[in-house]
């Protein structure tokens, strides 16, 4: 099961075709993000749209509307982030429309519950594909001690086994083992491996904190 949020505008285009792209499914649930009191008849429109689409394709889809307080930015952030909170089974959320009084609280919201998401998708008014974007985590903490072996794997600029990357830090291997897993639980590196051997790279989340670092 799979619970779909995207902010919705006047234009169902950006809603459906990132929903379409990655799939639904019967008992799938669509959640519609748009502004209280929002009184252009556009949007209930474009809700209809989307509402008559999705019927067509799968007739068991849930769809509701949900509406944010879009006059107090931190109210709206809190609600979006409600909203991404509560949802059922996996959580796809989309970022390509809507009023911008609630695509950026919902964006914001979105960023700090990555770990909760399964996808985050974009639909682009330059050319009208759907992307599927790594999101950075807002909320992501490492310790400084850790600093060091986040910026020799950036300084590396794409993959680093973890044997080159002791060697490059000086450290213990039990030391760069353990950096390793923490700045992987904070989402700051992805990890895998490959054969026997460990890899690391740095995310975009770790790159902003190495750049809030200064």
Known sequence: ??????????NSTSVTRPLLSHGVDTGDTVVLIRPNQEPDSRAKEAIGDVERLLQEIEPDLNLTTEQITHGDFQTAVLECSDLIRAADGERIVSLGGGARDVLLPFTIAAMTHVRLLSAALFF???DGTVQEWNL???????QQTTMSTLQTIANAEGEISIPDLTAETGNSK???TRHVTAL??????ETWTDGKT??????????LLLRDDG
């Open 1 to 10: 099961m799979h619970t779909y949020l995207s902010a919705i505008g006047f």
């Open 174 to 176: 039990s030391t760069v």
């Open 198 to 207: 460990k890899f690391a790279q740095v995310t975009l989340t770790g790159q």
């Open 136 to 142: 950075p985590r807002l909320t992501a903490q490492i």
């Open 124 to 126: 682009s008014d330059l």
């Open 184 to 189: 992987a639980d904070a989402g700051a590196i």
